[in-house]
């Protein structure tokens, strides 16, 4: 009995056919399009998503963001004010974008 596959399922790059999607240009030579993993992330807007649906890769790349911004004001010595607008203007706006 042939497998069945389902077409509700994305299959991984190993299991796709082995054909080149080629798109053709202006001056008449094609552009290859690479096949990517379903759990392999990329980075469209500022966000970072994946095929599958995963959005753990786009949670960390946030906190990284956070996490460096809080590491850089406890290394400089600024006033706590200019650390709020800092927050306020800035992180805040970059954390929840996306």
């Known amino acids: 009995m042939p497998d069945v596959v389902d077409p509700d399922v994305l299959r991984s790059l190993r299991q796709l056919p082995k054909y080149k999607l080629l798109i053709p240009q202006k001056n008449g030579t094609p552009a290859p399009i690479p096949l990517r993993d379903v759990n392999d992330a990329e980075e469209t807007l500022g966000v970072w998503s994946c095929p599958d649906g995963d959005f753990g890769v786009h949670i960390e790349k946030k906190m990284e963001v956070g996490h460096l911004w809080a590491e850089r004001l406890r290394r400089n010595k600024c006033p706590a004010g200019d650390g709020w607008l800092g927050f306020r203007y800035s ?8």
């Open 91 to 98: 992180l805040i706006p970059k954390v929840t974008y996306g």
